[in-house]
C-alpha cells in the first residue's frame, strides 16, 4: 500500500514535465523497501548532469574543494580566485569549528579573494595572483601554507594557477597548492572533493619532512570525512580516545597541515563522510597499507555499532574498553529516549541532504522512533544508494537530484511531519508551515556525533516538530481540508 502511494506520487510530478525531461527525470526517482531484490537504491541513477532549465539543489565542483574538504584547513589560507561572489558565499557559512586564533594562526573564517574585474577577465590574473600570495604572507606571516581555488572564470580565461603556485611554493619555501576546482566542472560538488584528495595525495602525502619526528604507537587513528560541523570532530574525537585510541589527525575539520601530513603513520583510517573522503582513503591503502574503515556515530545504536565494529580491529583491550564505555553512556541515552520518544515516536521524516547524511541520520531518528518515509541525494553516486538500502526499514520514496517542484509536491503528497534537507530548501517548507531542520550545518546548533550529542538531536527535533509557533500556521493540505478540497 505504501509502496503504491510512492509510486504514485513519483508518476503524477512526472506529467508536469516535457516528456523528454520527463523521461530523464524518472531514472532518478523510485522507491526500495528491503524486501525489493533490485529496487531504486540499486537502480536509481546518480551523479549526472542536472536536466536543463530545472532547478538543482547541488553545489559546485568549487564549493566541494574549498567549501567542504580545503576550507576547514585552520592554519592554511585558502584564496579563492575569482569574483568575490563565490568566496564570500563560501566564507564561513558551514560552521567548521577550529581552536586558534583568527588572523594569527587560524584563518577559516576569513576571505580571502583575488576580486576579479571585468580587466582582471579580458587580461588574466596572473600578476594580480603573485602579488595577492605575496600580500598574504606579509600580512599573516604564521599561516603555513596557501591554497588557490579557482572560480569559474579561472577555466575559461586560461589563467595557469599551476605554474604559480609552482613558483610560490619556491620562492617563499612554504606550501602552495592550486586546485582546478572550476565550479562549472563535472556534474556537482562531488567532483570538488575528488580534486581536493588528489591535490592532498600530490602536494601533503609526500611530505616526508613534515613528519620528521612523529612517535607512532599501535592505536592511532585518523578520523576522515568529518567536517567538524558545530564541533562534530570533537566530539567523535573524545570517545575514540575514551575507548583507547589515539586520533593523530582530522580531515579536514580542525586540521592543521602537519598533522594531515601525519596520516600516513596511522593503523587505521576511519571514514565518516564516505562520498568526500573515500578516494583518498583508497589511496592510503594501496600507498601506505593504512586499512580504512566506514563508521556512523549518529544516534546511540550506530554509534554502539561502529565503536564495537572499531573496537574488534585493536583487539580484545580496546573491545573491553569500548564495552565500558558503551555501558558508560547506555544509561544516559536510554534517558533522552525516554524523554523524547513519546513526543516524537510515528512522526515521519523527508531527508534531503548532501554527502552521507541521507543514510546516516536514518538510525538517530529510529532510536527516536521516528520513520523515515524519503531520502535522497544532492550528489550521490551509485554506490551512496547502494548503502543506503541496507538502511531502510519500509518502503521508502528515493529521489536523486531533486528539485523544489518535486520536493514540493512529494511533502504534499506524502505529508511528512518534518522535513530535514539544506538552507536553500529551509523558507519553502517553513513558509508552507511545515517543521524544519537544516541539516548540513545544524540549524546553528550541533554538535550530533556520538552520545553526548544524542542529547543536543533530540532536544533539536522536539523543538522543530513541537514548537507552539506551528498552531499559527497550517500546512497546504490543512488548508485545503478547510476549503473542503
Keep these: 500500500m505504501l509502496e503504491k502511494l510512492e509510486e504514485e506520487v513519483i508518476e503524477e510530478v512526472l506529467k508536469a514535465y516535457p516528456a523528454k525531461a520527463a523521461k530523464k527525470r524518472s531514472k532518478h526517482l523510485g522507491v526500495d523497501s528491503p524486501e525489493k531484490i533490485k529496487g531504486a537504491c540499486d537502480s536509481v541513477k546518480s551523479n549526472k548532469q542536472s536536466v536543463p532549465g530545472v532547478m538543482s539543489q547541488r553545489g559546485c565542483a568549487y564549493a566541494g574543494s574549498k567549501g567542504v574538504v580545503w576550507g576547514p584547513v585552520k592554519d592554511m589560507i585558502h584564496i579563492s580566485h575569482g569574483p568575490i561572489g563565490c568566496g564570500q558565499y563560501s566564507r564561513g557559512g558551514r560552521r567548521n569549528y577550529y581552536k586558534g586564533v583568527t588572523g594569527i594562526d587560524s584563518f577559516v573564517s576569513m576571505n580571502f579573494s583575488s576580486d576579479f574585474t571585468e580587466k582582471d577577465i579580458v587580461f588574466g590574473g596572473d600578476k594580480k595572483l603573485k602579488t595577492l600570495l605575496r600580500e598574504v604572507d606579509e600580512l599573516f606571516p604564521l599561516n603555513n601554507g596557501i591554497t588557490i581555488q579557482s572560480e569559474c572564470p579561472i577555466g575559461l580565461i586560461g589563467d595557469d594557477i599551476q605554474a604559480v603556485a609552482k613558483a610560490y611554493k619556491k620562492e617563499s619555501s612554504k606550501p602552495a597548492i592550486a586546485v582546478s576546482c572550476e565550479g562549472f566542472r563535472g556534474v556537482s560538488q562531488s567532483l570538488g572533493h575528488h580534486l581536493a584528495n588528489d591535490t592532498f595525495r600530490d602536494e601533503i602525502m609526500d611530505d616526508v619532512s613534515a613528519r620528521a619526528g612523529f612517535e607512532p604507537t599501535p592505536y592511532d587513528v585518523t578520523i576522515m570525512g568529518d567536517y567538524n560541523i558545530g564541533g562534530d570532530a570533537w566530539s567523535t574525537r573524545l570517545l575514540l580516545e575514551e575507548i583507547g585510541l589515539r586520533v593523530v589527525s582530522q580531515w579536514t575539520g580542525d586540521a592543521s597541515y602537519k598533522e594531515m601530513a601525519i596520516a600516513p603513520k596511522s593503523k587505521l583510517n576511519l571514514l565518516h563522510c564516505y562520498r568526500s573522503m573515500n578516494y583518498l582513503a583508497r589511496h592510503m591503502e594501496q600507498e601506505f597499507g593504512i586499512p580504512w574503515m566506514e563508521y556512523n556515530f549518529f544516534g546511540p545504536t550506530k554509534t ?4 564495537r565494529k572499531i573496537a574488534e580491529f585493536f583487539g580484545e583491550e580496546i573491545q573491553a574498553k569500548a564495552e565500558e564505555v558503551i555501558a558508560k553512556y547506555t544509561k544516559m541515552t536510554d534517558e533522552v529516549i525516554a524523554k523524547y520518544k513519546p513526543k516524537l515516536e510515528g512522526k515521519k521524516v523527508m531527508l534531503y541532504i548532501g554527502g552521507l547524511r ?128
Excluded at 554502539?304 to 565503536?307: I, K
Excluded at 524519503?374 to 531533486?402: P, Q, S, V
Excluded at 550529542?453 to 513541537?466: G, P
Design 304 to 307: 554502539t555499532q561502529s565503536l
Design 358 to 485: 541521507p543514510r546516516h541520520v536514518i538510525g538517530a531518528y529510529e532510536d527516536l522512533g521516528m520513520e523515515i518515509i524519503g531520502t535522497g541525494y544532492e550528489f550521490g553516486h551509485g554506490d551512496d544508494y547502494k548503502r543506503t538500502k541496507e538502511d531502510l526499514k519500509r518502503a521508502t520514496l528515493i529521489y536523486d537530484d531533486a528539485n523544489e517542484y518535486e520536493l514540493e509536491q512529494f511533502v504534499k503528497k506524502l505529508r511528512p511531519d518534518l522535513v530535514a534537507a539544506g538552507v536553500k530548501e529551509k523558507y519553502v517548507f517553513q513558509k508552507m508551515g511545515l517543521p524544519f531542520r537544516q541539516m548540513h550545518s545544524w540549524d546553528y546548533s550541533g554538535p550530533y556525533h556520538g552520545y553526548d550529542a544524542f542529547a543536543i538531536f533530540a532536544r533539536d527535533m522536539d523543538l522543530a516538530i513541537n514548537s507552539p509557533v506551528w498552531s499559527h500556521t497550517k500546512a497546504p493540505w490543512e488548508k485545503n481540508q478547510e476549503l473542503g478540497a
